[in-house]
């Protein structure tokens, strides 16, 4: 099973570049979600959708858009990349329903911007 | 205010001891699900261990075992008799069921094992 599938793994950026990182899931989950990971801060939320058609801003969404047009893929846009977004981003899955549903994690992509 | 709590950015312990990793946590809602996640230095996020609000006992998972005290609003983490591939992030999330299913993170403790 594949799984969570985030790519790509590495990106550098210049300042004022955009570029979409990409996730799929084969799981039918309905609920996706795009996480930044930075030292100290542990995961924040940037956008989350609970299907296909539905986003919305999680605590961190400026310069960032996203999108589901399928129940399987949520891309993640950086419009106009900056410094301040050199991190490492996670994409996550899992079933809506229930208390009990663990996220399910992509390997993560490290963004550089400089 | 932080819905998750871990107060101990970094632990250590000895190699076949037990550790503990606090996590407090914030909620109205009576039915939520607490867990936590291991992050290894090669960056992936693992599930570990889960524990329902409704759950009479403690979760328990191989070396893992939750220590879940709701009136205190705690759900620590033991890990039994340590390894050195223990060393890693770990992170307490929790998810209310009423509300919103987004699930929240703590920043995350780090623990060294050592040899």
């Known amino acids: 099973n594949a799984g969570v599938t985030q790519t790509p793994k590495f990106q550098v950026l210049k300042t004022g570049q955009s570029m979409t990182l990409q996730c799929a899931q084969d799981m039918n989950h309905e609920y996706m979600s795009w996480y930044r990971q930075d030292p100290g801060m542990g995961l924040r939320l940037i956008h989350y959708?609970?299907?296909?058609?539905?986003?919305d801003q999680g605590e961190v969404p400026n310069g960032y858009n996203v999108s589901r047009s399928t129940t399987e893929d949520f891309p993640l846009r950086l419009l106009s990349a900056a410094p301040s977004q050199t991190s490492v981003y996670f994409c996550?899955?899992?079933?809506?329903?229930?208390?009990?549903?663990?996220?399910?994690f992509g390997n993560g992509t490290r963004l550089t911007v400089t | 205010a932080q819905k998750i709590t871990q107060t101990q950015p970094g632990m250590f312990v000895q190699e076949k001891e037990a550790v503990t990793l606090d996590c407090t946590y914030d909620t109205s809602d009576p039915s939520y699900g607490l867990f936590w996640y291991k992050q290894p230095s090669s960056g992936e996020m693992i599930f570990l261990i889960y524990q329902g609000s409704y759950d009479q006992q403690n979760a328990t998972e191989g070396r893992y075992s939750l220590n879940f005290q709701k009136a205190r609003k705690s759900a620590n983490l033991v890990i039994s008799a340590s390894q050195l591939g223990d060393s890693a992030m770990y992170f307490c999330?929790?998810?209310?069921?009423?509300?919103?299913?987004?699930?929240?993170f703590g920043r995350g403790t780090s623990l060294i094992v050592h040899p």
């Open positions: 996550a899955s899992s079933i809506l329903e229930g208390s009990n549903s663990p996220l399910h």
């Open positions: 959708s609970v299907g296909a058609g539905i986003t």
């Open positions: 999330a929790m998810r209310e069921l009423g509300g919103s299913y987004i699930p929240t």
